[in-house]
């Protein structure tokens, strides 16, 4: 007997310590508490409701679990306790709230478990005793689920009864009890519920045999039926759009059941879930099927394949609800516009995933300002692995140039936990991070890396390489001609497309507007019907502008192409072109490039225009434009239109406000009134008039005046003339009347011949004084 008892002690120490210890993670979010549980080979459950929450028995009793750290993560709120049971390997949750417990794989023998706040419900119970590890749902006709209900003994009248007594004779099996359960919280996705557990898989070979699955080998076709859970239901029940998100009026936010991609996947594997999904595109009379062709489209999406989608779609004319969100989608995952979705005003700013989209469909740079910045950080987490390395770099370029650096981080994050190694998507984001900041040592070094050592991703890096050497002012010629060399071999691609309008940008910024024009010709052959305004063409032009190419500029101008050019222009090289040719004395071509704004009533628009009137000789209409403007350029217009209407005084008054002395001087002495030449002139102006006596000179000022002025007219210090017989200068103060002398009156005549010319010589220094009118 002790023999006995030692041999078990032995056994049972044995068997303890090959116990596999299971990683148990845990982590908090808005709706629910999840605890991941990572076991080290495959493992089934079942789950039932307990007294104070729910119960999970595992089909293995050879695991131990860590619960030490649990509650690091999450608070007590849904889950007050947690606790683990051996040797019948029952783990037990204590649920103090109204709440549900959803149980699903999220990775090779990992399994989540989310305890949810309880949804509204709409006569649709949840309860049941019994799990599987598996979700197995029919996929296809109808008679789908009458082949699996004749396999299983289970009617699908009888799933969906909910007054029949399973506590009479009439008892459900455990795996009628999966059935109604799986069926009843799918339905609910589709009614709108938020579906984040991840994607229903099926694996019926590998399901423990106690947990009455059929035998035998199941066909792939039949298999891939039972792998799209929620197109069953799709067909039956098409999700409605949900427009009554916060994105205002005229704005389209699609529900979260419409755009939730991560229930569009079967399998990680893209082989798998593409032939899978390929699988009864046509029937026996080659006629397609609208719901096969609908998964296949969505697995392609799913998976980052933009074009495959969009071939598939345009193949298979079919009725497909969505057919115009997945071919925008098709486009937005290769980095093109997408036309007709995601791109009206406000749907950035919608609560779910429409806000995601909406800012992917944006070209990098260009976000809106209203973006709802809550639901583009959850829904690009819950994106499939391959759209988040996809999209994300395109998204962390937008959010770092609208100003949101911390979003972009957190995108940033979530990229790199995608991958488990450094990848190329990843460097270029910490590149575009350190670019946005000014770092364009770390910017560069970076793209660098990316363009030598990743053939798929250089003319992306190249592109980005190209943009950094222009911002930083370091272009070189030596690296256009190798991204030259590099652009003909993605072609007409987006990519190709990119980098090209980066040559053509960065030659122009060089200053070598042949090879970019030569580049322009190539790009706009590649990529035809470019939309209005082009921004690679107007920055081309807006380059010629600021280095002065124009000659060039002319030739542009007067080519026979020059109306559909123009058009071409954005606002700002708009601005400028009109600029500079009221410049080059064209006022009719600059009052046409005006004319194309439309009602833009923006300051440096109606200085322009106020411009433009003073050149055409409408100072009235100049005012108009610019009447309550007191900027110093509009000071200075508002002069010149009260000087063209001969209001002198206030054209004065304005030139001196806007610092222009020399103007404000010149409609002084036009107007003739000595207080306001004394007023608005220059300080030599009120000296001349103290010394010619038309302003009184009083006190030691007075005095600095006088010999300032006596030196501004004689060219040296001291007296202009003096009198011997009076001792008193010939020009201020000289005595009259029986005073006057033949002598000194000789004198005053040769000062005042010597002063005449000084002062026209002063006048009349560039041509246009007032001067002219003394004459």
């Given at each position: 007997?002790?023999t006995?008892?030692?041999s078990?002690?032995?056994?049972?120490?044995?068997?303890?310590?090959?116990?596999?210890?299971?990683?148990?993670?845990?982590?908090?979010?808005?709706?629910?508490?999840?605890?991941?549980?990572?076991?080290?080979?495959?493992?089934?459950?079942?789950?039932?409701?307990?007294?104070?929450?729910?119960?999970?028995?595992f089909?293995?009793?050879?695991i131990?679990?860590?619960?030490?750290?649990?509650?690091?993560?999450?608070?007590?709120?849904?889950?007050?306790?947690?606790?683990?049971?051996?040797?019948?390997?029952?783990?037990?949750?204590?649920?103090?709230?109204?709440?549900?417990?959803?149980?699903?794989?999220?990775?090779?023998n990992?399994?989540?478990?989310?305890?949810?706040?309880?949804?509204?419900?709409?006569?649709?119970?949840?309860?049941?005793?019994?799990?599987?590890?598996?979700?197995?749902?029919?996929?296809?006709?109808?008679?789908?689920?009458?082949?699996?209900?004749?396999?299983?003994?289970?009617?699908?009248?009888?799933?969906?009864?909910?007054?029949?007594?399973?506590?009479?004779?009439?008892?459900?099996?455990?795996?009628?009890?999966?059935?109604?359960?799986?069926?009843?919280?799918?339905?609910?996705?589709?009614?709108?519920?938020?579906?984040?557990?991840?994607?229903?898989r099926?694996?019926?070979?590998?399901?423990?045999?106690?947990?009455g699955?059929p035998?035998?080998?199941?066909?792939?076709?039949?298999?891939?039926?039972?792998?799209?859970?929620?197109?069953?239901?799709?067909?039956?029940?098409?999700?409605?759009?949900?427009?009554?998100?916060?994105?205002?009026?005229?704005?389209?936010?699609?529900?979260e059941?419409?755009?939730?991609?991560?229930?569009?996947?079967?399998?990680?594997?893209?082989?798998?879930?593409?032939?899978?999904?390929?699988?009864?595109?046509?029937?026996?009379?080659?006629?397609?099927?609208?719901?096969?062709?609908?998964?296949?489209?969505?697995?392609?999406?799913a998976?980052?394949?933009?074009?495959?989608?969009?071939?598939?779609?345009?193949?298979?004319?079919?009725?497909?609800?969505?057919?115009?969100?997945?071919?925008?989608?098709?486009?937005?995952?290769?980095?093109?516009d997408?036309?007709?979705?995601?791109?009206?005003?406000g749907?950035?700013?919608?609560?779910?995933?429409?806000?995601?989209?909406?800012l992917?469909?944006?070209?990098?740079?260009?976000?809106?300002?209203?973006?709802?910045?809550?639901?583009?950080?959850?829904?690009?987490?819950?994106?499939?692995?391959?759209?988040?390395?996809?999209?994300?770099?395109?998204?962390?370029?937008?959010?770092?140039?609208?100003?949101?650096?911390?979003?972009?981080?957190?995108?940033?994050?979530?990229?790199?936990?995608?991958?488990?190694?450094?990848?190329?998507?990843l460097?270029?984001?910490?590149?575009?991070?350190?670019?946005?900041?000014?770092?364009?040592?770390?910017?560069?070094?970076?793209?660098?890396?990316?363009?030598?050592?990743?053939?798929s991703?250089?003319?992306?890096?190249?592109?980005?390489?190209l943009?950094?050497?222009?911002?930083?002012?370091?272009?070189?010629?030596?690296?256009?001609?190798?991204?030259?060399?590099?652009?003909?071999?993605?072609?007409?691609?987006?990519?190709?497309?990119?980098?090209?309008?980066?040559?053509?940008?960065?030659?122009?910024?060089?200053?070598?507007?042949?090879?970019?024009?030569?580049?322009?010709?190539?790009?706009?052959?590649?990529?035809?019907?470019?939309?209005?305004?082009?921004s690679?063409?107007?920055?081309?032009?807006?380059?010629?502008?600021?280095?002065?190419?124009?000659?060039?500029?002319?030739?542009?101008?007067?080519?026979?192409?020059s109306?559909?050019?123009?058009?071409?222009?954005?606002?700002?090289?708009?601005?400028?072109?009109?600029?500079?040719?009221?410049?080059a004395?064209?006022?009719?071509?600059?009052?046409?490039?005006?004319?194309?704004?439309?009602?833009?009533?923006?300051?440096?628009?109606?200085?322009?225009?106020?411009?433009?009137?003073?050149?055409?000789?409408?100072?009235?209409?100049?005012?108009?434009?610019?009447?309550?403007?007191?900027?110093?350029?509009?000071?200075?217009?508002?002069?010149?239109?009260?000087?063209?209407?001969?209001?002198?005084?206030?054209a004065?008054?304005?030139?001196?406000?806007?610092?222009?002395s020399?103007?404000?001087?010149?409609?002084?002495?036009?107007?003739?009134?000595?207080?306001?030449?004394?007023?608005?002139?220059?300080?030599?102006?009120?000296?001349?008039?103290?010394?010619?006596?038309?302003?009184?000179?009083?006190?030691d000022?007075?005095?600095?005046?006088?010999?300032?002025?006596?030196?501004?007219?004689?060219?040296?210090?001291?007296?202009v003339?003096?009198?011997?017989?009076?001792?008193?200068?010939?020009?201020?103060?000289?005595?009259?009347?029986?005073?006057l002398?033949l002598?000194?009156?000789?004198?005053l005549?040769?000062?005042?011949?010597?002063?005449?010319?000084?002062?026209?010589?002063?006048?009349?220094?560039?041509?246009?004084?007032?001067?002219?009118?003394?004459?």
């Amino acid at each position: 007997m002790r023999t006995f008892l030692i041999s078990a002690i032995l056994a049972l120490a044995a068997s303890a310590g090959h116990a596999e210890t299971v990683r148990v993670l845990s982590g908090e979010h808005e709706t629910f508490s999840r605890i991941v549980l990572v076991f080290g080979s495959a493992i089934g459950w079942k789950e039932s409701r307990s007294r104070d929450g729910y119960e999970i028995a595992f089909d293995r009793s050879d695991i131990a679990l860590d619960l030490s750290r649990v509650f690091e993560k999450i608070p007590r709120t849904r889950i007050s306790d947690i606790a683990f049971g051996t040797p019948d390997g029952v783990l037990a949750l204590t649920v103090p709230c109204d709440c549900d417990l959803d149980i699903f794989e999220v990775g090779k023998n990992t399994i989540a478990l989310d305890v949810r706040d309880r949804a509204p419900r709409t006569g649709v119970g949840l309860s049941s005793d019994v799990r599987e590890p598996t979700l197995a749902f029919p996929f296809g006709a109808p008679e789908a689920f009458e082949t699996r209900a004749e396999a299983t003994g289970i009617l699908l009248g009888h799933a969906l009864d909910k007054s029949r007594n399973r506590s009479s004779g009439d008892v459900a099996t455990a795996e009628d009890a999966v059935r109604v359960r799986d069926m009843e919280r799918a339905l609910l996705e589709q009614l709108g519920r938020a579906a984040t557990q991840g994607v229903a898989r099926i694996d019926r070979d590998a399901a423990p045999a106690d947990f009455g699955m059929p035998d035998g080998d199941v066909s792939g076709g039949e298999s891939s039926r039972h792998i799209q859970t929620r197109t069953v239901f799709d067909s039956v029940l098409q999700p409605a759009k949900d427009s009554s998100g916060s994105g205002g009026a005229g704005t389209k936010c699609y529900g979260e059941e419409v755009l939730d991609l991560s229930q569009w996947l079967s399998t990680d594997d893209p082989a798998e879930a593409i032939a899978l999904a390929r699988v009864g595109l046509t029937s026996e009379l080659d006629k397609p099927d609208a719901r096969q062709v609908e998964n296949l489209v969505r697995t392609y999406l799913a998976f980052g394949f933009g074009a495959e989608a969009k071939a598939v779609l345009t193949e298979f004319d079919v009725a497909i609800k969505e057919r115009s969100l997945y071919l925008a989608m098709a486009l937005i995952v290769d980095g093109l516009d997408p036309e007709t979705e995601f791109g009206r005003s406000g749907e950035a700013s919608c609560d779910g995933p429409t806000a995601l989209w909406a800012l992917a469909a944006r070209a990098p740079g260009s976000g809106p300002d209203d973006i709802n910045l809550t639901s583009v950080r959850s829904w690009f987490v819950r994106l499939p692995p391959a759209l988040r390395i996809q999209l994300g770099p395109r998204l962390v370029e937008t959010l770092l140039a609208t100003g949101h650096s911390s979003d972009a981080r957190a995108i940033r994050d979530a990229i790199a936990r995608t991958t488990s190694a450094p990848s190329t998507a990843l460097m270029m984001v910490d590149a575009q991070e350190a670019l946005e900041s000014g770092d364009y040592d770390t910017a560069l070094a970076t793209f660098s890396e990316v363009v030598a050592d990743s053939e798929s991703d250089a003319p992306e890096a190249m592109a980005k390489l190209l943009r950094g050497m222009r911002l930083g002012g370091r272009v070189s010629a030596e690296t256009i001609l190798d991204a030259e060399a590099l652009a003909f071999e993605p072609g007409g691609t987006p990519a190709g497309q990119s980098l090209f309008e980066e040559i053509v940008l960065s030659w122009a910024a060089a200053g070598d507007f042949d090879s970019s024009w030569r580049n322009w010709d190539e790009l706009t052959r590649q990529s035809p019907g470019r939309k209005s305004p082009d921004s690679v063409f107007s920055g081309m032009f807006l380059e010629m502008i600021r280095q002065g190419a124009d000659g060039k500029i002319l030739r542009i101008l007067n080519s026979d192409h020059s109306e559909p050019l123009t058009e071409s222009l954005n606002r700002e090289t708009r601005l400028a072109l009109a600029e500079w040719l009221l410049d080059a004395g064209q006022p009719v071509r600059a009052r046409d490039i005006l004319a194309s704004l439309g009602s833009d009533n923006a300051l440096a628009v109606r200085r322009l225009r106020a411009r433009l009137a003073l050149e055409l000789g409408q100072p009235a209409f100049a005012l108009s434009h610019i009447a309550a403007e007191d900027d110093p350029q509009s000071l200075s217009l508002r002069g010149e239109a009260l000087s063209a209407l001969g209001d002198h005084a206030a054209a004065a008054d304005l030139f001196a406000r806007a610092g222009q002395s020399e103007d404000s001087a010149r409609e002084a002495w036009l107007l003739g009134d000595v207080e306001v030449v004394s007023a608005f002139g220059r300080p030599e102006d009120g000296a001349f008039l103290r010394l010619i006596g038309a302003l009184p000179a009083t006190g030691d000022a007075a005095s600095d005046d006088t010999a300032d002025g006596q030196q501004l007219l004689s060219g040296v210090p001291g007296p202009v003339q003096e009198s011997s017989a009076t001792g008193v200068s010939g020009v201020v103060g000289a005595p009259l009347g029986d005073a006057l002398t033949l002598d000194s009156s000789r004198n005053l005549i040769e000062a005042s011949r010597t002063a005449r010319a000084a002062i026209l010589n002063l006048l009349n220094t560039d041509g246009d004084g007032p001067g002219r009118v003394l004459e």
